[in-house]
C-alpha cells in the first residue's frame, strides 16, 4: 500500500492549509487513517486520527478546533484541513495507514506511511 500525502507550502501565520493522502488500494476504507508530523529535532507526533468510516476522529490537544480530519472512502483519499496555523505547526506532516479499523495516536499503530510533506508557517 502506498501514500501519497501532498498540499504542504509556506503560509503566514492565522493563514490555512489543506493536505490530502491518495492510498494506492482501495481496501484501505477498512483502516483507520492518521497524520503524524515531525518537527526539526524533534519526536514525531500524532496529529489527527479517523477511523476506518470516518465517523470518529482524534485530534492532539494542540490542534484541537483549528484542524480537521475527514476521509472519502471512494477516492481513497484522507484530508486534514488545517486553519488558523501558528508558526509552531511548522514541521514534516505525515499521512499514515492505521493496523486496524481504528486511529490510534501512537506511531506503533500504525503499518504505513507516506513520505511527508513539508508545511511552513511564517511569523
Known amino acids: 500500500v502506498q501514500l501519497q500525502a501532498s498540499g504542504g507550502g509556506l503560509v503566514q501565520a492565522g493563514g490555512s492549509v489543506r493536505l490530502s493522502c491518495k492510498a494506492s488500494?482501495?481496501?484501505?476504507?477498512?483502516?483507520?487513517m492518521g497524520w503524524f508530523r515531525q518537527a526539526p529535532g524533534k519526536e514525531r507526533e500524532f496529529v489527527a486520527g479517523?477511523?476506518?468510516?470516518?465517523?470518529?476522529?482524534y485530534y492532539a490537544d494542540s490542534v484541537k478546533g483549528r484542524f480537521t480530519i475527514s476521509r472519502d472512502n471512494a477516492k481513497n483519499t484522507v484530508t486534514l484541513q488545517m486553519n488558523s496555523l501558528k508558526p509552531e505547526d511548522t514541521a514534516d506532516y505525515y499521512c499514515a495507514g492505521a493496523r486496524g479499523a481504528v486511529a490510534g495516536s501512537g506511531p506503533y499503530d500504525y503499518a504505513y506511511w507516506g513520505r511527508g510533506t513539508q508545511v511552513t508557517v511564517s511569523s
Open positions: 488500494r482501495r481496501a484501505f476504507s477498512n483502516n483507520g
Open positions: 479517523i477511523n476506518w468510516s470516518g465517523g470518529r476522529t
